[in-house]
T-cell receptor
Framework: QQQVKQSPQSLIVQKGGISIINCAYENTAFDYFPWYQQFPGKGPALLIAIRPDVSEKKEGRFTISFNKSAKQFSLHIMDSQPGDSATYFCAASIGETSGSRLTFGEGTQLTVNP | ETGVTQTPRHLVMGMTNKKSLKCEQHLGHNAMYWYKQSAKKPLELMFVYNFKEQTENNSVPSRFSPECPNSSHLFLHLHTLQPEDSALYLC?????????????FGPGTRLTVL
């Protein structure tokens, strides 16, 4: 059962534009929602994360918007740059003392054209 | 670099071979993970180790055998694999503290089973 659904599968944006990637989750016990960025030949790296007690978190050009009632969250990349071209994964987990178990979305391949 | 290293980076093996993947983390973490990343699919959690103890086996076939001799090292022993096991195998580590969910990933081992 897919617990975190991500869309779109691929996205092409012009330089300077806004990239928006959406995720929806099912398990209301999730309390941590990170976004990971993965470049070819590299492992995923944490980009930004949010907890459900806030509706928005911004770090530089990257913003997470969180809608608890709709069980949805999204990543907005402002002023997208060619260097942002990568695969983006949303994820969700429940904090536990025995290590966190991340449930990932399917990923979005972002291409930013110069 | 994330502080998580994986060797080898690429591996080609036949279905009757036995090989091992190695992961080492230099971050002082206590939890380590193996993930499988296949094209157009979400990252699949395979195993979780917390303080060297396996705390999760996500219904992984017995042809994959993990080993965690200490909190810094994690192995994945492979034998009699199938072509559908070809994928990128990612190792990750994290602190094993409640509410601390960030996982740091290695670059992965690209496995091809002939």
């Amino acid at each position: 059962q897919q617990q975190v659904k991500q869309s779109p599968q691929s996205l092409i944006v012009q330089k300077g534009g806004i990239s928006i990637i959406n995720c929806a989750y099912e398990n209301t016990a999730f309390d941590y929602f990170p976004w990971y960025q993965q470049f070819p030949g590299k492992g995923p790296a944490l980009l930004i994360a949010i907890r459900p007690d806030v509706s928005e978190k911004k770090e530089g050009r990257f913003t997470i918007s969180f809608n608890k009632s709709a069980k949805q969250f999204s990543l907005h990349i402002m002023d997208s740059q060619p260097g942002d071209s990568a695969t983006y994964f949303c994820a969700a987990s429940i904090g536990e003392t025995s290590g966190s178990r991340l449930t990932f979305g399917e990923g979005t391949q972002l291409t930013v054209n110069p | 670099e994330t502080g998580v290293t994986q060797t080898p980076r690429h591996l080609v093996m036949g279905m009757t071979n036995k090989k091992s993947l190695k992961c080492e983390q230099h971050l002082g973490h206590n939890a380590m993970y193996w993930y499988k990343q296949s094209a157009k699919k979400p990252l699949e959690l395979m195993f979780v180790y917390n303080f060297k103890e396996q705390t999760e086996n996500n219904s992984v076939p017995s042809r994959f055998s993990p080993e965690c001799p200490n909190s810094s090292h994690l192995f994945l022993h492979l034998h009699t694999l199938q072509p559908e096991d070809s994928a990128l195998y990612l190792c990750a580590s994290s602190r094993a503290l409640a509410g601390d969910n960030e996982q740091f990933f290695g670059p992965g081992t690209r496995l091809t089973v002939l």
